[in-house]
């Protein structure tokens, strides 16, 4: 069975931020297929991944990029799936580049747009799964006591020592 979420990244490079997508819906049971597919260096892998996405069975599709972050405005371009964009941080321009890349997308051809680096691909896996939990009421009860595990775990109070 085909996993619900793709999660594409432009580069090697890029899977130590995009890996936080995959372990975020692995703790929440949630199936993800990691693949690199460049804008640039491999753009008939990108055309054929983004055009067969939806047969392929995925729902939902996080794709990260660097710098000219091409990538996940191009996938929400030949895809009707929903797509979630993670600016990976760049070494030149810490990620500002990917980041406005990404986001700037024009009118028509929406990429729902993460913050910058680790916390960005977490919360894509985050958003991902809320997305699937809206059709999967054992999904939406795992999201929710993984939340609730969040809030429990946060002292009510410093302490010294952190
Ligand atoms: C982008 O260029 C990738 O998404 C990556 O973030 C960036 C740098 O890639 P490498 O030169 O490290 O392969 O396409």
Known sequence: MTAPVAIVMGSQSDWPTMRHAADMLDALGVASDCRIV???RTPERMFDFAKGAADEGFKVVIAGAGGAAHLPGMIASMT??????VPVQSKALSGQDSL????QMPGGIPVGTLAI??????NAGLLAAAILAIGDDALAERLKAWRKAQSDSVAERPSDGN
């Open 38 to 40: 460049s804008a640039h």
């Open 80 to 85: 009707h799936l929903p797509v979630l964009g």
């Open 100 to 103: 406005l890349s990404i986001v």
């Open 117 to 122: 680096g680790d916390a960005g691909a977490k």
